[in-house]
């Protein structure tokens, strides 16, 4: 998952250019091996995407940072998984009943600053190789922390993800179950939502109950 910069004027393009392509780069890992990428092969993939970035807006008369864009991953093999996070997006995952955080938000010097992807000299790339103990996930961008996460205990909110996974957990279908995705994005999208934030909201529910 991608998100924009809201002060970019291509921020939309540049999270689209990194979710194609890393979707791209691990197809073609798992075509070869039957395991996760390492963190520098990982790394090499974020900097051809910087690469592509930077030239891109070459063409265009602009500027890389015209593309920023945050990113939060999740990808899993056998009994592992990778999460790679840029930035102010988060991941957060349940374990016996409890959520706990995965990839806590990365802020910058300033207040409502971060970090992205186009940033010089290098992208701000963390990551993490845990064992495969969570039954689901979340991964959403920095326009819901405050009705996500409590920040002064550094958790996850149970009473925000609780209910909303509860649908995903239920669900007879597998992938993208539509009927979901459209009352998620109605919620989102919500007056009582809205006026709590007024960044963009991205979330993306997994769960494999």
Sequence with gaps: MADGAGSASHGGQGASLVCRTLMSAFQKQFEMHDELPNEHTLSEWIDHIRDNLSAIAERRDLGKRDFAATMVLLVTCKDRLLAAQIGDSAMVGRRDGRWEAICWPENGEFVSSTFFITDDVEARLRTAYLPLEYDAFALFSDGIDDVALEHLQLQPHARFFDPMIKPVDEASERGNV????????????????????????????????
Aim: charged share 30%; net charge negative; proline share 3%.
């Design 178 to 209: 539509r009927q979901l995705s459209v009352a998620l994005a109605r919620y989102l999208d919500s007056p009582a939502l809205c006026e709590r934030t007024d960044d963009d909201k991205t979330l993306v529910l997994l769960s494999s109950v």
